[in-house]
C-alpha cells in the first residue's frame, strides 16, 4: 500500500501539539511554583559538598559511577571519592518517623529522577539503598534547612506535586 | 553566548580538575592496624612483632597487586563442630548471608564438611569454603568475565556484570559457589549481594582491603585458621607452609588453590 502524506492530518496534530504545549505552560504558576509533572530531588545533607560540580553530576553520574565500581571490584581501590555509598550517605532521605527510606519509596533521592525518566537502574537489587542507621547521616525531608522550597514537609508518598526541575534543569541548584 | 557545547565542556572540565585535586586524599589508614613493636636484636637488626592483625594494609587508592598472594591455612586438628558452626556464623554475620530452612536455594559461603574413615571411625570436621585457585575453574567458563581472580589472588564475583548462568558453580570442584534467588534487601553497605547473580566467599576482601583479617578467621580457635601473604616470606602463613606438612584439597586438579589445610 502507498502510503499518502496528508497535510491536513498533519496539520491537525500539529495545532493538536501546540494547543497541549500552551495546556502545559499554562499549568505553571506565575509566582514561580513548578508543575506537577516535575521531579523534585530532595537536597542533599546540609553542609556537605558533591565530589563534582551537582550540574555535572546530574548529566554523568552514571559515568563516574561504573568506573568507580570496576575500580573498586576488580581493583580493589576504596577510595570513597564517587562511590555509591558515599552518594547514599549525603543523599539519604528520611521519612517523618525519622527512618531512612529505601528504594521502595518514592521519595529517594534516585527515584525523584529516574521514576519521570523511565530509566530503571538495578543498582538496588544489590547495594542498600540506605545508609547503614548506625553510622548513616541522611538529609531530613523535615524541616530541612538546607532545602529551600519548602515543598518537603507537605510530601507524602504519592503526592505527586513537585517544585523544581526547572531550575534543576536549568542548572540552579540554590 | 555562551554555546551549550562550550558550556558542558567547562563543566566537564572543572569537574575533572576538582577530582584531581582531591586525588591526594591521604586519609590512608594506619599501615598496619594493631598493636605493631619493634625490639632491636642487634645493631641494624630490628625483630618486629605484629599483633594478630598481621596483614597491612594498602593505602585506600593503591590498586592490589600481584606481589601478594593472600592465603589460608586451616587446621582441622583444631576443629571441633561447634567451632565450625562458629565461623560460619561469624561469616553469616558479617556478610550478611543466612539460612533460610530452604537449602536447595540458600545460599552458603562456607560450610562444615564432615569426613568419616569408615575403617578406622576417625570422624572430623573442616571449615570449607572458596579455595581461591590459582587457576580458577570459575574464571574460565565464566562467558561475561564477571568470574575473577583479583591480582592478589582473592577470586570474586563481579557482580555488575554476572548474568547468572551459573556456570561458575557447575565448574567449581569445591561446590563453593551460590545464587541468589530471591530479593534481598538493606545488605551490608560493604558486601553487596543480590537476586540473580552468583556469589561465593570474598575472603572478606573488604576487611582485607582494610587490613584485617577474615571473619572465619577471627571466630577460629587459636592458631586453627592462619592468614596471610603466601609471597611475603616473613609471614606466619608462608613460614607455616614452609615447615610443616599442609594439603590442598583436590591438589590433583591442579588449581593450586590459595586455601590449605593441616591434618585431613
Known sequence: ?174 | MISLKNLMNEIHQKAEKEAENNAEETSRRAFVKGSAAAVALAPGMMLFAYGSKEAAARPLAEAASDKTRWGLLIDAAKFNDEDVDRCVRACQKENGWQDNGRPKTDAQWIRRVNLHNKKTKESFSLPMMCQHCDEPPCVDVCPTGASMKRKDGIVLVDKHICIGCRYCMMACPYKARSFVHEHLEDQKDYAPRGIGTVESCTMCVHRVDDGRQPACVEAAPPGAMVFGDLNEPTSKLAQLVRTVATQQVRADLNLDPGVRYRNI
Open chain 1, 1 to 174: 500500500m502507498k502510503t499518502v502524506f496528508n497535510l491536513k492530518k498533519h496539520l491537525v496534530a500539529l495545532f493538536a501539539v501546540l494547543l497541549l504545549g500552551t495546556g502545559l505552560q499554562l499549568t505553571i504558576d506565575p509566582a514561580g511554583a513548578q508543575p506537577a509533572w516535575m521531579p523534585s530531588p530532595p537536597k542533599a545533607l546540609p553542609g556537605t559538598k558533591c565530589d563534582a560540580d551537582p550540574k555535572w553530576m546530574r548529566t554523568w553520574h552514571m559515568r563516574k559511577l561504573d568506573h568507580k565500581r570496576d575500580q573498586t571490584v576488580r581493583d580493589g581501590i576504596r577510595t570513597k571519592k564517587f562511590s555509591l555509598k558515599r552518594c547514599i550517605t549525603c543523599h539519604a532521605v528520611k521519612d517523618e518517623s525519622g527512618k531512612f527510606l529505601t528504594v521502595k519509596d518514592e521519595r529517594h533521592f534516585c527515584r525523584s529522577c529516574h521514576d519521570y525518566t523511565a530509566v530503571r537502574i538495578d543498582c538496588f537489587d544489590c547495594h542498600a539503598s540506605r545508609p547503614d542507621s548506625k553510622k548513616g547521616q541522611g538529609a531530613m525531608l523535615k524541616n530541612n534547612p538546607h532545602d529551600k522550597t519548602g515543598r518537603s514537609s507537605s510530601l507524602k508518598p504519592g503526592d505527586k506535586t513537585v517544585a523544581s526541575l526547572q531550575k534543576y534543569l536549568a542548572g540552579e541548584t540554590k
